[in-house]
């Protein structure tokens, strides 16, 4: 096996990704050049031989399917996130030492399920920026994940609120920055998927600090920018 430019552009966007489904990865790389029914066998195809040759590792998901009054196993989907060969080459065409890079979610250590849909779900609203990047709709000029937002350089540059006198930090699910031909100057957002796990006035918690974030000139501080939404 040899790894294609196609192989390798998505061992690199696994790095930011983390993981990715194989409609996720058909619906990024797999989409130009031949019918759909092609290019979705080819996709199976690599993803396929990039998992036995060990540059992917895959997670498959839990289904559960509603059978009268039974519950049957479904067929699962693999999601897929980069293996030790991956992990590799991702670093090499990067050129940073793997050691640098996040660690790529286990598929033995997966325990908290919702979670990962969660991420899946995120995940489905920045292939559609990236597509359009990849069709010069836009220009993705930064960006930062979940992970990089969590960590100690961005702790004390988030949105907090304060509630019965104690301090929460709210931590967006990403953070980017879009430039569009027709505007003037690029759009910077804050990203949070919502599959209404959460309370409302935890919802609402969010919101305001996001708000006062803005208006206390914050987003300007730590951002460059007074208009982050």
């Known amino acids: ?5 196609r ?3 998505l061992l ?4 930011h990704y983390r993981l990715l489904t194989t409609h996720q990865i058909e619906a990024l790389l797999f989409h130009t050049g031949k019918t759909p029914r092609s290019l979705r066998t080819q996709c199976q195809r690599r993803l396929q031989l990039l998992y036995h040759h060990r540059y992917l590792a895959r997670i498959p998901l839990r289904v559960t399917l509603d059978v009268g009054t039974q519950h049957r196993e479904g067929r699962k ?13 991702a670093a090499q065409m990067l050129g940073q030492k793997r050691s640098h890079l996040d660690s790529p979610p286990r598929p033995d250590r997966i325990r908290d399920w919702r979670k990962l849909a969660h991420d899946i779900s995120i995940n489905d609203t920045l292939i559609v920026i990236d597509r359009l990047a990849q069709a010069n709709q836009l220009q993705i000029t930064s960006f930062l994940t979940q992970r990089q937002l969590k960590s100690s350089a961005y702790k004390d540059k988030l949105p907090t609120i304060n509630v019965n006198g104690t301090r929460k930090l709210k931590e967006p699910d990403s953070y980017f920055t879009l430039s569009f031909p027709h505007l003037p100057r690029p759009i910077h957002c804050f990203y949070e998927e919502d599959q209404s796990t959460e309370v409302k006035s935890e919802w609402q918690e969010k919101v305001t600090a996001y708000l006062q974030y803005r208006h206390q000139g914050l987003a300007y501080q730590h951002f460059g920018c007074s208009y982050l939404s």
């Open 12 to 15: 690199v966007r696994l790095i």
């Open 77 to 89: 989907p693999f999601v897929y996130t980069l293996d030790k060969l991956g992990l590799d080459e």
């Open 7 to 9: 192989d390798r552009h």
């Open 1 to 5: 096996m040899y790894l294609t430019s």
